[in-house]
């Protein structure tokens, strides 16, 4: 979950990663793999592009900051910090 009055550093370096799954299921007694790195606001908008059967499967990792508790960011935050009104457009 987010703060949502506080500001958030869209480009701050993040990384998207995807766990192994079996059955659609995360197997989290392997290590969730690299996809994509670049900016949060880049990842946020690849993890949104995954097909929506799969999202659940993926974690963005960057530095923490106020606006949210740690450096890892389920979908479900991902996508409400997409729909802030100081969310980048590109």
Sequence with gaps: MFREHLPIAY???ADLKKWPS???QRVTSKTP??????TLADCIRE??????RQISLY??????QPAFEGGVLSPGD?????????????
């Design 22 to 24: 079996l059955n659609n």
């Design 78 to 90: 991902a996508a409400e910090i997409a729909m802030r009104r100081d969310f980048p457009s590109s």
């Design 11 to 13: 480009d701050a370096p």
């Design 33 to 38: 793999y690299l996809v994509h790195t670049g």
């Design 47 to 52: 993890l949104l592009a995954k097909p929506i």
């Design 59 to 64: 974690d963005i990792v960057t530095r923490p």
